[in-house]
Each structure stands twice: as C-alpha cells, then as structure tokens.
C-alpha cells in the first residue's frame, strides 16, 4: 500500500509500504479521510527521532477484523478511529481524567495512509449522515469539548475564542449552544467570516487595532467571562488574561510553541480571582459525545473544511495548513485528484 513517511524537517514521502496486517484483537480500516493538525504540522518542521506515518484524524471502512468480532463495527462499516485508547487502570483514569492515561495502548493510527490497523475497541460506527470529513473532526471536537470541563460560561455569559482556525470555530459553536454572546479574534479576516456565519455575535480583526481594548469596549468595560486562546501565541495569552473580566476564566487551549514564557501580574490572578486553565485530549466519552454532535448538526464542522488532497499532496497540504491560507485540510488517501 502506499503511506506519506515522515523523515525529518519538511521531508515528508509517499512510498509503497508493505501492507499492515491487524494481530487479534485489532482490525485494519481503510482509511478514506484523515484531518491535517497542527500537530502534524509541528512533526513536519520539527526533529523526527524516527522515519514515521502521522495522522490521527482518520475514519474509514472496516476492512478486516482479527481474531473474531467483538460486538463493534462489522467489516464493511464505515468508521472513525479514536486514536486515544485509553488503559481505565492507572492512577489518571481511575481519577476522573483519562486524557492523562500513563499506560494509553501505544499503537500508531498512521492515518496518511492507505490502510491503518488499530485496536478494534477504537472504532465507531458512522451514522449515515456523516460523511468521512465530518467524522474526522471528532477527534479535534472532542479535545474543545474536554475544555468545557474547565471552562464555566453560564448561560448568557460573555465568551471570547482568540484563533479562528477550525479549532476556534468549534469552540465558538460550542460556546453558542451554551448559550454565551461569542466573540471571535483572528487577524485573518475570512476566518472571521466563517465565524459570523457560523453564528458569532461580534468578530474583532486583531491586526486592526488593540482587541483588548476592543472586548473591553464590547462588554461594557467587565471583560469576558471566559476567553478561550486557541492560537499558537504567547501574546495572545497576555491579551486573554486583559479581556477576562473579575472571576472570569482563560483557558490556555492551544500548545504554544517554540516554548516561551509570559508576562503576568499575580496581583490580577488574586485580586480580580481570574483563573488560569488548560486542557489537552480527551476522555473515550468526549469521542462519542462529539459524533454525536456531529451527527445531529449541533456542531456543524462541514463549514470548516478548506481543502482536500490526495495522498501524493501531503506536503502541500501541510504547507498550506502552516501558512494558515487554509482552514481544515483533509488528505483522501484513495483520491487521485485535489478537490
Ligand atoms: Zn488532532
Ligand atoms: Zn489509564
């Protein structure tokens, strides 16, 4: 079968790969629709220890099963792989946060590939109504809905998403069906169009002046009582702690990267009672929440999709994916053409 391998900064191949083969207990998925993000864009720049097919966002159509069928998805069903499989024993999933699993089975989901084997208890059944590009946003919906487990935005509530890429958006949406006045940052200003339409009350072009100022003005000089940063930036962490409002919560959603610091008056965490969070993963029930919320438009993720290529046009799409000219990219890996 042919799979992109990755073997160093901005070397990334498609090659004729001998084909996997799934032991007992794991079943091979052909692999139809696989998300670029920004994970994968950072492998792509950064130092591989070891030549290695990325790519988690993968759904599909089961292919074989090994070692008899359990119950799940049937061959011949079509499918979304939750890359995360979780152990339920150790210290983290036995406390409530299984998205810090120590033991989490380590299997390589290769999703930028023809075929893929994964464990067989990973596998979801798609709905009919959810094509493959949508169920490969369940893995980056269930990552913001973990979020909401520290994000407190009563209903009502003022909430500011800094970053509009598809992650962005989806917290904008999620932020709308509870019920909060959303308000979206980005410097690009068809993200932001894509923010409006999607239902965002009020979008702020950053590089038009100071947005702080901007929320501020918004929200009757109180600040936001959520702001969610989900863009690679230390400023813009600087700028979400100015936005929230007294009691308000930043949640530090994205990995900001080359590591850095930031510039923070203690005296605004004590006396204006702001809280500082972060959230990364997601538990198993947070996959299955999000395709369920897919599957019934309550999160619309078909809007985020910018464009689509074949496996030979990985490097492209990962390029286009770090300029940030797209939204969503998906790789089609049985596609010979971009669409
Ligand atoms: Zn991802
Ligand atoms: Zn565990």
């Not at 061959?75 to 036995?94: K, N, P, S, T």
């Not at 980056?140 to 487990?149: E, F, G, H, I």
């Not at 909430?159 to 904008?172: E, S, T």
């Not at 600087?238 to 994205?254: C, D, T, Y």
Request: charged share 20%; hydrophobic share 45%.
């Amino acid at each position: 079968m042919k799979a992109a391998r990755l073997y160093g900064p901005g070397d990334i191949r498609l090659e004729e790969v001998a084909d996997p083969r799934p032991q007992d207990g794991q079943v091979l998925v052909k692999v139809e629709a696989c998300g670029v993000c920004p994970s994968d864009i950072r492998s792509y720049y950064g130092t591989a220890k070891q030549t290695w097919t990325p790519g988690h966002e993968a759904s599909g159509v089961l292919a074989q099963i090994a070692g008899g069928h359990s119950g799940g998805p049937a061959v011949g069903d079509r499918v979304a792989i939750d890359w995360r499989h979780v152990c339920g024993e150790c210290f983290y999933c036995l406390t409530g946060n299984p998205n810090f699993c120590e033991r989490r089975e380590d299997f390589q989901i290769a999703g930028f590939a023809e075929y893929t084997v994964v464990p067989q208890a990973v596998v979801h059944t798609l709905p009919p109504n959810v094509s493959f590009d949508d169920a490969s946003f369940c893995e980056p919906l269930a990552c913001v809905l973990n979020a909401y487990r520290v994000i407190h935005a009563p209903f009502g509530a003022d909430v500011v998403v800094i970053g509009a890429g598809p992650v962005g958006l989806m917290h904008a949406q999620v932020a709308l069906r509870h019920g909060a006045r959303v308000i979206v940052v980005d410097k690009l200003e068809p993200r932001l169009a894509v923010a409006s339409q999607l239902g965002a009350h009020d979008v702020i072009n950053a590089s038009d002046g100071d947005a702080v100022a901007q929320v501020l003005e918004l929200t009757h000089g109180h600040g936001a009582g959520a702001v969610v940063v989900a863009a690679n930036s230390a400023t813009a962490v600087e700028q979400a702690i100015a936005m929230a409002r007294k009691g308000g919560v930043v949640n530090l959603f994205a990995g900001i990267y080359p590591a850095t610091e930031l510039r923070l008056d203690p005296n605004l965490v004590h006396y204006s009672e702001i809280s500082l969070t972060g959230s990364h993963d997601y538990a198993p029930a947070e996959f299955a929440l999000a395709l369920r919320l897919i599957e019934h438009g309550i999160i619309k993720v078909a809007p985020l999709v910018s464009n689509r290529y074949p496996l030979s046009d990985i490097a492209i799409a990962f390029e286009t994916a770090r300029d940030q000219q797209a939204l969503k990219s998906i790789i089609h890996p049985h596609d010979t053409e971009v669409s």
